[in-house]
């Protein structure tokens, strides 16, 4: 399966919620999950910063998934996010059950634009989501929203967390 139209919306609106993660100063990250019926069940972005580095938004959908969803609902929901999951968040949609996940940028994406900027590296490895999860239905990149997703990081990176007023 590749990403269409409407799963382009869906991360769209995860790219907004990482753009509102930065501009309250946190990592910009953010994530929708979508019921089989195509309902926005939940969306969160990152809280790592305000709260502490669990606070993915990824993570909160597995939890929030795994407490409101029965196993079928949670198989046919998809989750789109700005970065393709962590570790610990591809083991947490796995475990809840979770269906697809679709993402905007990918991990070695994100890995090698922190590379150039002199970023400190991750505690965690950055796998990809199938080398967590084998089975995950997994689609992504969205090269249409690569150049923004990137301009948030990099703002992020370089303590800017509102766009240059003087481009």
């Not at 922190?114 to 084998?134: H, K, N, T, Y």
Request: proline share 7%; glycine share 8%.
């Amino acid at each position: 399966m590749s990403l269409d139209a409407t799963d382009l919306e869906h991360l769209r609106r995860a790219v907004s919620l990482a753009r509102l993660a930065l501009e309250r100063g946190d990592e910009p990250f953010g994530s929708v999950l979508v019921s089989g019926h195509g309902e926005v069940l939940f969306e969160d972005h990152n809280h790592v910063v305000a709260l502490e580095a669990t606070q993915h938004p990824e993570f909160a959908i597995a939890r929030w998934a795994g407490a409101h969803l029965n196993a079928s609902e949670r198989a046919g929901a998809t989750v789109y996010t700005s970065g393709e999951h962590c570790p610990m968040c591809s083991a947490a949609h796995a475990w809840v059950g979770l269906g697809r996940i679709a993402y905007a940028v990918s991990s070695a994406q994100l890995t090698a634009w922190r590379s150039a900027w002199g970023s400190a590296p991750a505690p965690v490895a950055a796998l990809s989501i199938r080398d967590v999860v084998p089975a995950a239905v997994v689609d992504g990149p969205a090269p249409e929203l690569e150049a923004e997703v990137r301009d948030l990081h990099d703002r992020f990176a370089h303590g800017h967390p509102h766009p240059d007023p003087n481009p």
